[in-house]
């Protein structure tokens, strides 16, 4: 199996709000998770590097990560997230990204002309423990509700070099609390911690996450591209330090809702 971060131009240079899409191929089908704004026509994209089947899995149900699900083979979410991916329709969409880009009437434009257009798509639902064979690899749901009802997390296996490693991302990395409940936030770090004893059970080692906006992607990125043989892959951290990185945001968290109280 491979893992590519596909950005189509439209989405990488939208720095306030970042999304991080990863494509899985299998030897059967490919999974992308998240799909994004629909900014532009992803499954064209996609096609570059696969002709085998898509499915698209859902972080979550909110516009930003479900607007191309219409593009693909199949699409799953959350049951729990379900009416909140269905009525990310494009205006929808459209008035999210203006908002998000406040000001930058050029790339308001530019979503305007390319924003892919809504269309009736078959999907399903995931659930807690769930594994989803992609032949030859296979990703593993964990829930994650706090950030939604519906919110859940991936792990799955990568290659490096023929080195095995294993890649966990999970959906709504939000540290802004302040429209959050403290009922919410209790069950948000709760899932954190449940992130954090499933992923040291299975010695997650690749960090990546759907908004990259805490760990450094640019530079990583750029290492990435100039990365010479026998030099080692940013994205790549190792087990003990991406602990440290679910620790720090918990520790961020209850930073935040404490000073909320004050």
């Known amino acids: 199996a491979e893992i590519h971060q596909p950005y189509p131009v439209d989405e990488v240079t939208n720095p ?131 950030h939604t009802p519906g919110s859940y997390g991936f792990i799955f296996t990568v290659k490096e070099g023929g080195v095995t490693h294993t890649a966990g991302l999970f959906g709504g990395t939000a540290l802004i609390t302040k429209d959050f409940t403290d009922e919410r936030m209790k069950q948000y770090l709760g899932s954190l911690d449940k992130w954090a004893a499933e992923t040291k059970k299975r010695n997650v080692d690749v960090e990546v996450q759907n908004h990259p906006t805490m760990d450094g992607l640019v530079e990583k990125l750029a290492k990435l591209k100039d990365r010479k043989a026998g030099q080692p892959n940013p994205f790549v951290v190792g087990s003990e330090s991406y602990q440290r990185f679910l620790t720090t945001m918990s520790d961020c968290i209850k930073v935040r809702v404490a000073r909320g109280k004050e």
């Not at 149900?61 to 997230?81: C, I, R, S, T």
């Not at 979503?111 to 892919?116: D, I, L, S």
């Not at 269309?119 to 509700?145: R, S, T």
């Open 16 to 146: 306030p709000h970042t999304q991080q899409m990863g494509l899985i191929i299998g030897t059967r089908r490919a999974a992308i998770i998240d799909t994004g704004l629909g900014l532009a026509d992803l499954r064209k994209y996609v096609e570059q590097f696969t002709d085998l089947p898509v499915i698209a899995l859902s972080t979550h149900g909110h516009l930003d990560h479900v607007g191309a699900n219409q593009l693909f083979d199949m699409a799953y979410v959350g049951k729990e997230d379900e009416q909140t991916m269905l009525s990310s329709n494009r205006a929808g969409r459209l008035r999210g990204y203006s908002g998000f880009m406040e000001g930058n009437t050029a790339m308001i434009e530019a979503a305007t002309r390319t924003m892919v257009d809504d269309k009736p798509f078959k999907y399903g639902f995931v659930k807690d423990g769930d594994k989803i064979d992609l032949g030859g690899i296979e990703i593993e749901v964990i829930g994650f509700p706090g």
